[in-house]
C-alpha cells in the first residue's frame, strides 16, 4: 500500500495534485491564487500560522512573495509534511518556515500567538467551523487577521444525490460547511470585518482547463509516475465535480476576518 496509518494524501495523491497545481501545491490556483487571497493584506514581518499546510509551496509563498517573517504551518499527515520539509530545506527556508503534525481538536498554541491565521483549501476536512474559529480567534494576538480560502457548500441542506457522489469520488473527509454557516462561526467567535468572497465563477473556469490538462500530456506525464488508473480516476472526480461548480453546490470561497483590539 501507499499509505501511512489510512493518510488520505498519500504519495500518489500527492504526486497527481502537484502534477496539476505545481510543485509544493494540494490545491488549485498555486502561488498567483495565494496572493489574490492575500490581496491588499500587508504580511511584511508577520508571524502566520498555517493551518493545513500541505506539501510547503503556500508557506514558502507566504515568506518569499509576501514577507513574512516566520511562517508555522501544521497538518494532520505525515506524508504531506515530508514533502514540506524537503521542499523547505531545497530552497532553503528552515530558519523561517517550520512544519508540525498535530492531533485533530484545539490548537497547541498558547493566547495571542500569531499575527494572521491562514488556510487554503484545507479546513474543509475540519467539519466542526464554530469551535475551530473559536481556537483561531484564541491564537491571534488583538487586531490579527483571518485570511482563508475553503470549498463550501451552496446551502445548508444535505449534499444534493449528484454532489454526494462527486463528494464521495474524492475519498477525502470533507467537511463543507455554507458560508451561512461560516459567516455565523466567525461572528460568534468574535470577529469584526468578516467578509466571505465567493470564487465560484474563477474555478468553473479553471477547473475545465485542468481536465483538459489531465487529458492531455500533464495526465500522460503524471501516469507514468502514478499509473495510468489513477490518472482516468481522478479524470472522474475532475468531471463530476464540473456540474457542481456550475450548479453553484460547489462553491470556493475566500474568507476573512479581524480580532477587534
Known amino acids: 500500500m501507499d499509505t501511512q496509518q489510512g493518510e488520505h494524501y498519500h504519495p500518489r495523491m500527492i504526486d497527481m495534485l502537484q502534477a496539476v497545481w505545481g510543485e509544493g501545491f494540494l490545491s488549485p490556483g498555486g502561488a498567483e491564487e495565494v496572493s489574490r487571497l492575500v490581496a491588499d493584506a500587508d504580511l511584511a514581518g508577520a ?7 500541505g506539501a510547503g ?3 514558502i509563498a507566504l515568506v518569499r512573495n ?7 504551518g501544521i497538518d494532520v499527515e505525515d506524508t504531506v509534511l515530508q514533502c514540506a520539509r524537503a521542499l523547505i530545506a531545497r530552497e532553503a527556508l528552515a ?16 493566547p495571542g500567538t500569531f499575527d494572521v491565521v491562514f488556510s487554503k483549501d484545507s479546513i ?3 467539519p466542526d467551523k464554530h469551535a475551530l474559529m473559536l481556537e483561531v480567534f484564541r491564537v491571534l494576538k488583538p487586531g490579527g487577521r483571518f485570511i482563508a480560502s475553503d470549498w463550501l457548500i451552496g446551502h445548508d441542506g444535505p449534499p444534493s444525490p449528484a454532489m ?14 455554507s ?4 459567516r455565523d462561526a466567525l461572528r460568534a467567535a468574535g470577529f469584526a470585518d468578516v467578509t466571505i468572497t465567493s470564487r465560484n465563477a474563477w474555478y468553473r473556469d479553471v477547473a475545465r482547463a485542468e481536465l483538459e490538462r489531465l487529458r492531455g500530456p500533464v495526465g500522460a506525464a503524471a501516469a507514468r509516475v502514478v499509473g495510468q488508473p489513477f490518472v482516468d480516476d481522478n479524470i472522474g472526480i475532475w468531471t463530476r465535480m464540473i456540474p457542481m461548480l456550475d450548479s453553484g453546490e460547489h462553491c470556493p470561497t475566500h474568507l476573512r476576518a479581524r480580532k477587534p483590539k
Open 66 to 72: 509576501h514577507r513574512a517573517a516566520f511562517v508555522t
Open 179 to 182: 458560508p451561512k454557516r461560516y
Open 57 to 59: 509551496g503556500i508557506d
Open 164 to 177: 454526494a457522489d462527486y463528494i464521495a469520488s474524492e475519498g477525502l473527509d470533507f467537511g463543507m460547511a
Open 47 to 53: 508571524s502566520i500560522l498555517d493551518i493545513g499546510c
Open 95 to 110: 530558519a523561517r518556515i517550520v512544519v508540525a503534525k498535530v492531533s485533530p481538536g484545539p490548537l497547541p498554541f498558547p
Open 124 to 126: 474543509v476536512h475540519i
